[in-house]
């Protein structure tokens, strides 16, 4: 069973920028697919982003697009996501994903969560 635990979450002015980082054990990180999801208070959680066990592909939502980079290292099982441009909107608890038989864009893909790291983007 994988295990997670993410890091890099804190408090950042609209413009900033974080990197957010996912550890994975216990498992074969190379063959599962890794992504990011989010969720705000009272609000659903939503997928961020995702990367597939090759690297080859990367998936984001559109709310994201060209300031999230999604990336992992399979030599270190360590799953990234490199936020910039941040807006207070990207407030949220950042989840960490795992799926052993997809790319995990939708929640009913993912097998593993992380606990979550809090990112606060203030105006």
């Known amino acids: 069973q994988l295990q997670l635990v993410e890091s890099g979450g804190g408090l950042v002015q609209a413009g900033g920028s974080l990197r957010l980082s996912c550890a994975a054990s216990?498992?074969?990180?190379?063959?599962?697919?890794m992504g990011w999801f989010r969720q705000a208070p009272g609000l659903e959680r939503e997928f961020v982003a995702a990367?597939?066990?090759?690297?080859?592909?990367?998936y984001y939502a559109d709310s994201v697009k060209g300031r999230f980079t999604i990336s992992r290292d399979n030599a270190k099982n360590t799953v990234y996501l490199q936020t910039n441009s941040l807006k207070p909107e990207d407030t949220a608890n950042y989840y960490c994903?795992?799926?052993?038989?997809?790319?995990?864009?939708?929640?009913?893909?993912?097998?593993?969560w992380g606990q979550g790291t809090q990112v606060t983007v203030s105006s």
């Open positions: 994903a795992a799926s052993r038989t997809r790319v995990p864009t939708t929640l009913r893909a993912i097998n593993n």
């Open positions: 990367i597939s066990w090759s690297v080859l592909n990367t």
């Open positions: 216990g498992g074969t990180f190379g063959s599962y697919g």
